[in-house]
């Protein structure tokens, strides 16, 4: 069974910056990172696929990076300018499938770690 654990997250200020990382027992093909706010549905933040193209939700491009390093087996999220409607907690989910070319069977065989909770205050 892949093992996903997330970590970085924290309180930050509007316009202050996390780093958010994700450790992934194994090799796995392709990454993302989601995201969950009370009352709201989940939605996906970035994915990236093994040849390194990515994909941004319109509400965090430019502002939040997605990148990997394979040989850790490790993601990141860099997000930076944060704001407050970016509160949410934060899961990283991997699979042996392409998040970008096959997002629906993506979600339906990604492991997923227990997430880690980003709070940004006005």
């Known amino acids: 069974q892949v093992q996903v654990v997330e970590s970085g997250g924290g309180s930050v200020q509007a316009g202050g910056s996390l780093r958010l990382t994700c450790a992934v027992s194994?090799?796995?093909?392709?990454q993302a990172w989601f995201r969950q706010a009370p009352g709201k549905e989940r939605e996906g933040v970035a994915s990236?696929?093994?040849?390194?193209?990515?994909i941004y939700a319109d509400s965090v491009k430019g502002r939040f990076t997605i990148s990997k390093v394979n040989a850790r087996n490790t993601l990141y999220l860099q997000m930076n300018n944060l704001k407050p409607e970016d509160t949410a907690m934060y899961y990283c989910?991997?699979?042996?499938?392409?998040?970008?070319?096959?997002?629906?069977?993506?979600?339906?065989?990604?492991?997923w770690g227990k997430g880690t909770q980003v709070t940004v205050s006005s």
């Open positions: 989910a991997a699979a042996q499938v392409g998040a970008i070319a096959t997002p629906t069977l993506f979600l339906q065989l990604a492991y």
């Open positions: 194994e090799y796995t093909y392709s």
């Open positions: 990236i696929e093994p040849d390194g193209t990515t």
